[in-house]
Nanobody, 121 residues
Framework: VQLQASGGGLVQAGGSLRLSCAAS????????VGWFRQAPGKEREFVAQ????????VYADSVKGRFTISKDNAKNTVYLQMNSLKPEDTAVYYC???????????????WGQGTQVTVSS
């Protein structure tokens, strides 16, 4: 499976962005899809995850209530709607396919290339 992340950009604090993660060469049907982010000098951290079968979701406390993860089965695509963005949300965002309810990046098998999100104050 190859993953393609897109949708990043520059936005002012309080603004919104929607990231997309499209799969090719396979499907997400037997796994979950997570979004992670990595800021300069920091470790990659879990943001949100959606279970492909059933659509259950989990979020990091830092984004709960502001970010929403969703999926489009027909397009084999997962989205991350980010609202009320803060400067501390600035990072490279990655999508990855892996096991449900796992937040450790090293447990994920397939990764997208990352998309930069910059939130100005």
């Amino acid at each position: 499976v190859q993953l393609q992340a897109s949708g990043g950009g520059l936005v002012q604090a309080g603004g919104s962005l929607r990231l997309s993660c499209a799969a090719s060469g396979g499907t997400f049907s037997n796994s979950a899809v997570g979004w992670f982010r990595q800021a300069p000098g920091k470790e990659r951290e879990f943001v949100a995850q959606i279970k492909w079968r059933g659509g259950s979701t989990v979020y990091a406390d830092s984004v709960k209530g502001r970010f929403t993860i969703s999926k489009d089965n027909a397009k084999n695509t997962v989205y991350l709607q980010m609202n009320s963005l803060k400067p501390e949300d600035t990072a490279v965002y990655y999508c990855a396919a892996g096991p449900w309810l796992i937040r450790e990046p090293r447990r994920y098998d397939f990764w997208g290339q990352g998309t930069q999100v910059t939130v100005s104050s």
